[in-house]
């Protein structure tokens, strides 16, 4: 899937190593919102196709669709939780964590 393999090389270790935490933060947070879109958007499409009534039903089976899309989104909203304690450990006194 193409936002799979987009998102894995933006969101890995060696990528990770040469930003700032709020970098990583920002980063993690782009690549989680658009493949937790892409599910959305797929929804939304499938609920327009229904009820214009016009085609046939439109399903395909989500495990296969969402299952790998929606652990890289859990992993990077994991990422960017681990981000948010280390940005504390750095600047306990900041209003903006």
Not at 52 to 60: I, L, P, T, V
Not at 76 to 87: E, R
Request: include cysteine; charge should be positive.
């Amino acid at each position: 899937m193409v936002l799979r393999e987009n998102s894995k090389p933006n969101v890995g270790h060696a990528v990770f190593s040469r930003l700032t935490i709020d970098e990583v933060k920002m980063m993690t947070a782009e690549a989680k919102a658009m493949l937790d879109t892409w599910q959305d958007t797929y929804m939304e499409v499938r609920a327009k196709i229904e009820s214009s009534g016009r085609d046939a039903r439109w399903e395909f089976d989500k495990r296969r669709l969402f299952e790998r899309t929606g652990y890289m989104a859990q992993i990077c909203q994991n990422l960017q939780d681990i981000a948010q304690v280390g940005l504390v450990l750095i600047r306990p006194n900041s209003k903006n964590c």
